[in-house]
T-cell receptor, first 114, second 114 residues
Framework: GNSVTQMEGPVTLSEEAFLTINCTYT??????LFWYVQYPGEGLQLLLK?????DKGSNKGFEATYRKETTSFHLEKGSVQVSDSAVYFC?????????????FGKGTKLSVIP | DGGITQSPKYLFRKEGQNVTLSCEQN?????MYWYRQDPGQGLRLIYY???????QKGDIAEGYSVSREKKESFPLTVTSAQKNPTAFYLC?????????????FGQGTRLTVV
């Protein structure tokens, strides 16, 4: 079956530090890949996505590149802010319309200190 | 604005009670899902529904029940058979007619046993 593995947290960084959260996946075919963010006490919000190999998703300074050869979708940000403190989830969706189930990683909690 | 509304935001249950969590969406999505989230854990799928009047068990369906009488509504009942119901519950939906689409989430309901 499909699976997503992301780095264990928590991750604590100082403001303006570089962020990488690793995510690798196992799936057949060409799944779509997503990063979601969850702020305390809230639901998940889509942060970015990529639907085919070598696509780069980006949003709010965050980036992730769909690497088919390494089955990875690592999340990066060049300079984190205190407001980026949240839990980040990597997820995949099988390819094709009607393939609706998302598989999530366990989440990585990020804390950014001033 | 289109979206998913969960209610209530906080819910308290006494031992032996059934409680129902509401989830309504106006995105015209066919598929809807219920997830459970425990502290420091990822999302675990409880039930999902692809179309009206049809639903399937997820990974942890025991002690829960759902109905899907209308496209926009997917309520979850936590029954007295669920021995450890204290958790954060998230409802989501996807558009099965579009390939590679993301899931949209509600703001969650926090259920506590008192």
């Amino acid at each position: 079956g499909n699976s997503v593995t992301q780095m264990e947290g928590p991750v604590t960084l100082s403001e303006e530090a570089f962020l990488t959260i690793n995510c690798t996946y196992t799936a057949t075919g060409y799944p779509s890949l997503f990063w979601y963010v969850q702020y305390p006490g809230e639901g998940l919000q889509l942060l970015l996505k990529a639907t085919k190999a070598d696509d780069k998703g980006s949003n709010k300074g965050f980036e992730a590149t769909y690497r088919k050869e390494t089955t990875s979708f690592h999340l990066e940000k060049g300079s984190v802010q205190v407001s980026d403190s949240a839990v980040y989830f990597c997820a995949l969706s099988p390819s094709g319309a009607g393939s609706y189930q998302l598989t999530f990683g366990k989440g990585t909690k990020l804390s950014v200190i001033p | 604005d289109g979206g998913i509304t969960q209610s209530p935001k906080y819910l308290f249950r006494k031992e032996g009670q059934n409680v129902t969590l509401s989830c309504e969406q106006n995105l015209n999505h066919d598929a809807m899902y219920w997830y459970r989230q425990d502290p420091g854990q990822g999302l675990r799928l409880i039930y999902y529904s692809q179309i009206v009047n049809d639903f399937q068990k997820g990974d942890i369906a025991e002690g829960y029940s759902v109905s899907r009488e209308k496209k926009e509504s997917f309520p979850l009942t936590v029954t007295s058979a669920q021995k450890n119901p204290t958790a954060f519950y998230l409802c989501a939906s996807t558009d099965r007619q579009r390939a590679n689409t993301e899931a949209f989430f509600g703001q969650g309901t926090r259920l506590t046993v008192v």
